[in-house]
Structure formats: C-alpha cells, structure tokens
C-alpha cells in the first residue's frame, strides 16, 4: 500500500471512531444496567475503539420491548 493510501485509510478510521464513539458512550448513558448486556463500564472500555463500538450496538444492547 502506498503512503498516501495508509494515510487515508488511518485518517477515515480516525474520523469513524470520532463519530460513533460518542454516540455509544453517549447510548450507554442513556440505558438502564437491565438493558446492557454486561456492565456499562466493561462497555465504555470497550468502546475505545471502533471495534468495541460495533460490538455494542451488535451484542450489548438488550432488545426492548
């Protein structure tokens, strides 16, 4: 891969983690502890980084209803 590809393949992944880690700390907050499968902290952690992200909205968020 060229320089100028990693450069732009780091900075889109920095700009995505900057975008959807917000609104995962930001879902946690606003949930109950019966509604987050594991704890919110483990979560938080978690969600420092963009994989931790996805995994939250895929595995550790209870269904509602």
Do not use: C, H
């Not at 900057?18 to 952690?45: C, H, I, N, S, Y």
């Amino acid at each position: 891969m060229q320089q100028r590809n990693r450069e732009a393949a780091v900075i889109i992944a920095l700009v995505l983690w900057a975008v959807v880690t917000p609104f995962t700390w930001r879902d946690l907050e606003r949930r109950t502890p019966e509604q987050v499968r594991g704890r919110k902290w483990m979560w938080r952690l978690a969600s420092a980084n963009l994989t931790g992200s996805v995994a939250y909205f895929l595995v550790g968020r209870k269904n509602e209803g």
